[in-house]
């Protein structure tokens, strides 16, 4: 069964949203940065295999950003709050949105600098 939970990095002002299998691994991973929430992840494990395996990782990862590649036991969960599933999908749902039309421009020459993460 799957889990969906977040949690907010005061320090670096960033929330994180973890979707977890059932042994506790990252299948899916969103980062909201800022005020503004703005994503700067929403990776997927199934799809970061997929693209492992066709070699195109490196894109992948510009587009979408880096799985977050841990397991979390129920102990390291403690200070997580639970997210509904629903909510978990809208957030997705927007990171993957955003992080879409970025790559998008990118790809044009506009959006980010030369050089710049995404």
């Known amino acids: 069964m799957l889990r969906r939970v977040r949690r907010h990095r005061a320090d670096e002002d960033v929330w994180f949203h973890f979707e977890l299998d059932d042994e506790g691994w990252v299948t899916r991973h969103v980062e909201l940065f800022g005020p503004d929430l703005t994503p700067r992840v929403a990776a997927s494990m199934r799809e970061w295999f997929i693209e492992l395996e066709d070699g195109g990782i490196d894109s992948y990862q510009r587009r979408f950003g880096v799985l977050a590649e841990v397991v979390l036991s129920p102990a390291d969960l403690l200070d997580w709050e639970p997210v509904e599933a629903d909510e978990f ?4 749902s927007r990171a993957r949105s955003h992080l879409g039309a970025v790559a ?14 995404g």
């Open 104 to 117: 998008h421009l990118d790809a044009e020459g506009r959006g980010r600098g030369a050089g710049q993460a």
């Open 89 to 92: 999908e809208r957030c997705w």
